[in-house]
């Protein structure tokens, strides 16, 4: 079992940056693999960025990719997604998620959320 609770999200003009950390629970941590997902108003879920139990891979949404990174810092059971150029499409419910295995488009563990905001 791991809980996870999501912090960093607010307002922001365009082209600004913003960290998101998500604070894990469990003696587990570092053999989930951990993402980010968000939700926009009347969207779907969408995958956003993800990292293995290591730190050592990757991966990214297109829409994402070159603007956000992804890492992990097992010793304090922490996930960090730092986004940079943020565009107001960007805007959405930024979820903290976890996984045994890899993180495609879904994950076994979900934090409750933070707002980002990205003005025009």
């Known amino acids: 079992q791991v809980q996870l609770v999501e912090s960093g999200g607010g307002l922001v003009q365009a082209g600004g940056s913003l960290r998101l950390s998500c604070a894990a629970s469990?003696?587990?941590?570092?053999?989930?693999?951990m993402g980010w997902f968000r939700q926009a108003p009347g969207k779907e879920r969408e995958f956003v960025a993800a990292?293995?139990?290591?730190?050592?891979?990757?991966y990214y949404a297109d829409s994402v990719k070159g603007r956000f990174t992804i890492s992990r810092n097992n010793a304090k059971n922490m996930v960090y997604l730092e986004m940079n150029s943020l565009k107001p499409e960007d805007t959405a419910v930024y979820y903290c998620?976890?996984?045994?295995?890899?993180?495609?488009?879904?994950?076994?563990?979900w934090g409750q959320g933070t707002q980002v905001t990205v003005s025009s």
């Open positions: 998620a976890a996984s045994p295995v890899r993180i495609t488009n879904t994950a076994d563990y």
């Open positions: 990292v293995s139990w290591s730190g050592f891979n990757t």
């Open positions: 469990g003696r587990t941590f570092n053999s989930y693999a």
